[in-house]
């Protein structure tokens, strides 16, 4: 069945939220009403990076107005290390702290305000340790979370020195955080038998289950936790949520009163941990066309003070360090570095955009330094069809459709036309420079650890013909919930308003999945399409026993369902007589993703079932007094495969590409030299802002389906929009490399701020200024030029990135 033919799948419908989100009316978890007995608590954290406890009195906390209970880690009953990975991380912190920020006890207060009040009363001595706080002192004194894992093919040494070109460089990128517009908050109470109902703001509900009845030392059928929908995730709910969810637990079994969590802006910033900065050396030898030999990464990715997700986003970085390029040889080594920082943790791309960022800082570098467009280097080194098509982790690359996209998006944005009016407006302008760049993602999706990638729903059809389906997913504003009615519609052939998608319940769908890896629609559709079919089965068979009617006549469409030419019933009607005939009307479904495999220790595998394909051309301008710049036109194609909404997945290509946008340009984190997060609210910390959307945005969808049995054969929307955002980092760099000597590197570090882009001008006037003192030397002398170009150097503050 062709897509057209579809009754609800592949139409632009609208969220199924979305009158309640303009309303005001959307219930999040702090919006929940609250038992007139509940408490509210607070985080103690720590003021120290790395330290020694040497006392902690907590008395003038206890006695504090309003104060109800006060638990550190001794009032654990259950385990008190834990984590997603590994167990590494205490409730509370235990005996010494190991970043600033990190939770040392909670209070649970008759209100919010008295909570905070009380929280800062404690009185703590502390003995300072030797705190590691840059991803440079981590790799300089081999302090891992993790240890490092290491993937090659080929003599790469030795394709190295044979060239024909070679160079070398490095490039620091910065973190994000997630901001959220609603923050970390849980609601725990207290029911018979010590059960517990919480509900969270969690990208995971069955890992807050899992760790909360771990801490209590409760079975997990004790514990039940609930999520209708977040306002914002973008990872940062994924495992994070965890602390908060483990106080709010913790207070209300000793209090035996309601008790919610709800972090301030403030305090979410310094407890929670962010997007992995990292810095990143490479070694690279290409021809004299630009095709890469050979290349040697060695990623040193930021990881924390524990090992959170990171193991995952690095192993992702690794996998990603390939892009949409063949690498004939290579030698990647990834560093997990351990700081004494916030534990950094999942955010949207979840380590693929850290990686793909190198791999394109490097084809861009090998342009520059040849003299030719760096498109033409890009095309150079894609995927082929059918041979150079492995990639470093030993997938093959079966479903590549790089080329025809990028050729349609060349063509569609006018790049080369464009290139020449970018070169003319340069010329003619000293002040203001304009840069140019188009940019191809490929993305692979699935989650890496392949036990994640499985979903359950259930699904309950009343008699009146309405339908109920829940699903382990949760919804955070991306569409989830409305993709998975959209499904249920389709395959019961009644109208989107007969389907209501009820709360990510743990009574329900047990041992879920995070809703994370762009995998949500993927695995929850499946699911409950699965839970769907297994019910019309079973009324299929009622309606050609009771009908006397042949199955393969029997159709589900337009709210009703038609039996050959023998008998037309509404679908409402119909249930009803099934239910009259006693046929199950309910059942449960359940998908995992075929084919997928890989080996945690050597990296190979098939780690992805597919991969998402997309390019990006922006269009930047920037001011050479002031740093300041702009972007003035963004052209995206995208490879959604045959998109079940195409309205709600054309803002998801949209926000994921500002999303990128803010963290290559303005959202800077940065920590003092005693480890304390200074940019820690709106006030210091830029994402972007409506005006910073160019006036021009222009997003189309790439013709194509899934070569593989995904959902509709849809295509993954979560993740891979973000790094198309490159091309708006990339098209500063040629904006700043319009004012240099050709050959001249520009040495520009993520996030390209003002300040950046003042030092990287600077740099490359040296750059420029040293090549003209050469070039007349050797005119001079009569000697042929032999200038090294100006090599990548850190920029302004990169160790603290």
Same mark, same amino acid.
Not at 690 to 716: M, R, W
């Given at each position: 069945?062709?897509?057209?033919?579809?009754?609800?799948?592949?139409?632009?419908?609208?969220?199924?939220?979305?009158?309640?989100?303009?309303?005001?009316?959307?219930?999040?978890?702090?919006?929940?009403?609250?038992?007139?007995?509940?408490?509210?608590?607070?985080?103690?954290?720590?003021?120290?990076?790395?330290?020694?406890?040497?006392?902690?009195?907590?008395?003038?906390?206890?006695?504090?107005?309003?104060?109800?209970?006060?638990?550190?880690?001794?009032?654990?009953?259950?385990?008190?290390?834990?984590?997603?990975?590994?167990?590494?991380?205490?409730?509370?912190?235990?005996?010494?702290?190991?970043?600033?920020?990190?939770?040392?006890?909670?209070?649970?207060?008759?209100?919010?305000?008295?909570?905070?009040?009380?929280?800062?009363?404690?009185?703590?001595?502390?003995?300072?340790?030797?705190?590691?706080?840059?991803?440079?002192?981590?790799?300089?004194?081999?302090?891992?979370?993790?240890?490092?894992?290491?993937?090659?093919?080929?003599?790469?040494?030795?394709?190295?020195?044979?060239?024909?070109?070679?160079?070398?460089?490095?490039?620091?990128?910065?973190?994000?955080?997630?901001?959220?517009?609603?923050?970390?908050?849980?609601?725990?109470?207290?029911?018979?038998?010590?059960?517990?109902?919480?509900?969270?703001?969690?990208?995971?509900?069955?890992?807050?289950?899992?760790?909360?009845?771990?801490?209590?030392?409760?079975?997990?059928?004790?514990?039940?936790?609930?999520?209708?929908?977040?306002?914002?995730?973008?990872?940062?709910?994924?495992?994070?949520?965890?602390?908060?969810?483990?106080?709010?637990?913790?207070?209300?079994?000793?209090?035996?009163?309601?008790?919610?969590?709800?972090?301030?802006?403030?305090?979410?910033?310094?407890?929670?941990?962010?997007?992995?900065?990292?810095?990143?050396?490479?070694?690279?030898?290409?021809?004299?066309?630009?095709?890469?030999?050979?290349?040697?990464?060695?990623?040193?990715?930021?990881?924390?003070?524990?090992?959170?997700?990171?193991?995952?986003?690095?192993?992702?970085?690794?996998?990603?360090?390939?892009?949409?390029?063949?690498?004939?040889?290579?030698?990647?080594?990834?560093?997990?570095?351990?700081?004494?920082?916030?534990?950094?943790?999942?955010?949207?791309?979840?380590?693929?955009?850290?990686?793909?960022?190198?791999? @394109?800082?490097?084809?861009?570098?090998?342009?520059?330094?040849?003299?030719?467009?760096?498109?033409?280097?890009?095309?150079?080194?894609?995927?082929?069809?059918?041979?150079?098509?492995?990639?470093?982790?030993?997938?093959?690359?079966?479903?590549?459709?790089?080329?025809?996209?990028?050729?349609?998006?060349?063509?569609?944005?006018?790049?080369? @036309?464009?290139?020449?009016?970018?070169?003319?407006?340069?010329?003619?302008?000293?002040?203001?420079?304009?840069?140019?760049?188009?940019?191809?993602?490929?993305?692979?999706?699935?989650?890496?650890?392949?036990?994640?990638?499985?979903?359950?729903?259930?699904?309950?059809?009343?008699?009146?013909?309405?339908?109920?389906?829940?699903?382990?997913?949760?919804?955070?504003?991306?569409?989830?919930?409305?993709?998975?009615?959209?499904?249920?519609?389709?395959?019961?052939?009644?109208?989107?308003?007969?389907?209501?998608?009820?709360?990510?319940?743990?009574?329900?769908?047990?041992?879920?999945?995070?809703?994370?890896?762009?995998?949500?629609?993927?695995?929850?559709?499946?699911?409950?399409?699965?839970?769907?079919?297994?019910?019309?089965?079973?009324?299929?068979?009622?309606?050609?026993?009771?009908?006397?009617?042949?199955?393969?006549?029997?159709?589900?469409?337009?709210?009703?369902?038609?039996?050959?030419?023998?008998?037309?019933?509404?679908?409402?009607?119909?249930?009803?007589?099934?239910?009259?005939?006693?046929?199950?009307?309910?059942?449960?479904?359940?998908?995992?993703?075929?084919?997928?495999?890989?080996?945690?220790?050597?990296?190979?595998?098939?780690?992805?079932?597919?991969?998402?394909?997309?390019?990006?051309?922006?269009?930047?301008?920037?001011?050479?007094?002031?740093?300041?710049?702009?972007?003035?036109?963004?052209?995206?194609?995208?490879?959604?495969?045959?998109?079940?909404?195409?309205?709600?997945?054309?803002?998801?290509? @949209?926000?994921?590409?500002?999303?990128?946008?803010?963290?290559?340009?303005?959202?800077?984190?940065?920590?003092?030299?005693?480890?304390?997060?200074?940019?820690?609210?709106?006030?210091?910390?830029?994402?972007?802002?409506?005006?910073?959307?160019? @006036?021009?945005?222009?997003?189309?969808?790439?013709?194509?389906?899934?070569?593989?049995?995904?959902?509709?054969?849809?295509?993954?929307?979560?993740?891979?929009?973000?790094?198309?955002?490159?091309?708006?980092?990339?098209?500063?760099?040629?904006?700043?490399?319009?004012?240099?000597?050709?050959?001249?590197?520009?040495?520009?570090?993520?996030?390209?701020?003002?300040?950046?882009?003042?030092?990287?001008?600077?740099?490359?006037?040296?750059?420029?200024?040293?090549?003209?003192?050469?070039?007349?030397?050797?005119?001079?002398?009569?000697?042929?030029?032999?200038?090294?170009?100006?090599?990548?150097?850190?920029?302004?503050?990169?160790?603290?990135?």
């Amino acid at each position: 069945m062709s897509v057209k033919a579809y009754q609800t799948v592949g139409k632009s419908l609208p969220h199924e939220s979305a009158h309640l989100h303009v309303m005001g009316s959307a219930q999040y978890t702090d919006d929940i009403p609250e038992f007139a007995s509940t408490l509210h608590a607070a985080i103690g954290m720590s003021a120290r990076a790395h330290a020694r406890i040497v006392s902690m009195d907590l008395s003038a906390v206890a006695s504090a107005p309003g104060v109800v209970a006060v638990v550190t880690l001794d009032d654990v009953p259950g385990e008190k290390y834990h984590g997603p990975y590994q167990d590494d991380e205490p409730v509370f912190a235990d005996g010494k702290v190991e970043y600033l920020g990190q939770p040392m006890f909670a209070v649970a207060a008759t209100s919010h305000d008295l909570a905070r009040r009380a929280v800062s009363l404690a009185k703590i001595e502390y003995e300072d340790l030797d705190p590691v706080l840059t991803v440079e002192e981590g790799a300089a004194r081999k302090s891992y979370v993790l240890p490092p894992v290491h993937i090659s093919k080929g003599n790469v040494p030795s394709l190295l020195e044979q060239g024909p070109n070679r160079h070398q460089g490095e490039l620091h990128c910065g973190g994000q955080e997630q901001f959220y517009l609603e923050g970390q908050v849980a609601y725990a109470m207290l029911g018979e038998n010590n059960e517990i109902q919480l509900y969270s703001s969690t990208q995971h509900p069955s890992e807050m289950q899992a760790m909360v009845a771990h801490i209590l030392g409760q079975a997990a059928h004790t514990v039940k936790v609930q999520c209708r929908r977040m306002g914002g995730g973008f990872g940062g709910k994924e495992s994070q949520s965890w602390p908060f969810a483990a106080a709010a637990a913790l207070l209300a079994k000793r209090t035996g009163r309601p008790v919610k969590v709800r972090a301030d802006r403030d305090d979410d910033f310094m407890i929670t941990g962010k997007r992995h900065d990292f810095r990143v050396l490479y070694d690279v030898a290409y021809t004299d066309d630009g095709l890469i030999k050979a290349v040697a990464f060695e990623q040193q990715l930021r990881c924390g003070f524990s090992a959170d997700l990171s193991g995952a986003v690095a192993d992702r970085q690794v996998f990603h360090s390939d892009n949409a390029y063949y690498l004939e040889a290579f030698d990647i080594l990834s560093l997990r570095i351990k700081t004494n920082s916030q534990s950094n943790t999942a955010f949207r791309g979840f380590g693929g955009p850290q990686g793909i960022l190198c791999i @394109e800082y490097v084809i861009d570098d090998i342009a520059r330094r040849l003299g030719k467009d760096p498109l033409d280097v890009r095309k150079l080194n894609f995927y082929g069809r059918t041979e150079r098509n492995v990639t470093p982790y030993q997938m093959v690359v079966e479903d590549n459709v790089v080329h025809e996209l990028v050729d349609q998006l060349e063509a569609s944005s006018k790049y080369r @036309e464009r290139r020449k009016q970018v070169d003319q407006f340069n010329a003619q302008n000293r002040i203001l420079k304009k840069g140019l760049a188009l940019v191809p993602v490929k993305f692979g999706i699935s989650f890496t650890a392949t036990f994640l990638n499985q979903a359950g729903a259930l699904l309950h059809v009343y008699t009146d013909g309405s339908a109920l389906i829940n699903h382990g997913g949760t919804e955070m504003g991306q569409g989830l919930n409305t993709k998975v009615a959209q499904v249920v519609a389709e395959e019961l052939g009644i109208d989107m308003e007969r389907v209501r998608v009820s709360s990510t319940d743990t009574s329900k769908v047990p041992n879920t999945s995070a809703t994370a890896a762009s995998t949500g629609t993927d695995l929850n559709g499946k699911a409950a399409q699965d839970a769907a079919r297994k019910i019309k089965a079973a009324l299929v068979e009622f309606a050609a026993d009771h009908y006397g009617c042949d199955a393969h006549d029997i159709v589900f469409r337009s709210n009703q369902v038609v039996c050959g030419d023998r008998v037309t019933l509404s679908f409402a009607d119909f249930v009803q007589k099934a239910y009259m005939a006693r046929v199950p009307l309910w059942s449960s479904g359940f998908y995992k993703t075929p084919k997928i495999h890989y080996d945690l220790k050597t990296l190979t595998g098939r780690p992805f079932y597919y991969f998402v394909y997309a390019a990006a051309c922006a269009e930047v301008i920037i001011d050479t007094l002031t740093g300041e710049n702009r972007l003035v036109r963004a052209d995206i194609l995208y490879d959604a495969g045959r998109s079940i909404n195409p309205a709600v997945d054309l803002g998801q290509v @949209e926000g994921g590409f500002i999303q990128g946008v803010g963290w290559l340009t303005t959202e800077e984190l940065w920590w003092d030299a005693k480890g304390k997060l200074m940019t820690h609210a709106p006030s210091t910390y830029k994402i972007p802002s409506v005006s910073d959307c160019p @006036e021009a945005l222009h997003v189309e969808f790439f013709e194509n389906g899934n070569t593989e049995n995904n959902i509709f054969q849809s295509k993954a929307m979560g993740e891979p929009p973000l790094p198309t955002a490159i091309s708006v980092f990339l098209a500063i760099r040629d904006a700043i490399a319009s004012t240099a000597a050709p050959g001249v590197t520009v040495p520009l570090d993520a996030p390209a701020t003002a300040e950046r882009v003042l030092w990287a001008l600077d740099k490359v006037k040296e750059g420029s200024e040293l090549c003209a003192d050469m070039a007349a030397f050797d005119a001079d002398a009569n000697v042929p030029a032999a200038l090294e170009p100006v090599m990548s150097m850190p920029g302004p503050g990169a160790g603290n990135v």
